[in-house]
């Protein structure tokens, strides 16, 4: 936002994970498909290419619409735009379906004039 041209419309981002993009995605040497750094036994395979090549759309479609904009308690949540519902895997691995982060800690967002300065 801060290097767009002036006068010219900004949408925020309301999805953090762009399953369009092929640098998302990591081959491993075990033949699965990864998305994004979430490279856990069987925890964020997204498909297959070797021995065969297959793909698990359901997934890839899940994260491509996780949004903040879907999410009651992200929606309130004046940082939703900065976290974007932080990592669907550390929240998949909490149980939830959106998870925090750093922007949960009052102690963090407190103090966080004083990290800066």
Known sequence: ????????????????????????????????VYFCECMQKDKG?????????TINR??????ASRSVLRNEKCRECPY??????NCPKSAEAKGLEMSCGVFAEPDILGNLEFAIG
């Open 1 to 32: 936002m801060i290097g767009r041209p002036n006068n010219e419309p900004f949408l925020p981002r309301h999805i953090r994970c762009n399953t369009g993009v092929l640098s998302n995605y990591f081959f491993a040497p075990d033949g699965k």
């Open 45 to 53: 395979v997204v498909g297959t290419y070797y021995p065969e090549i």
């Open 58 to 63: 359901e997934l890839v479609e899940q994260l």
């Open 80 to 85: 939703k735009f900065v976290c974007l519902g």
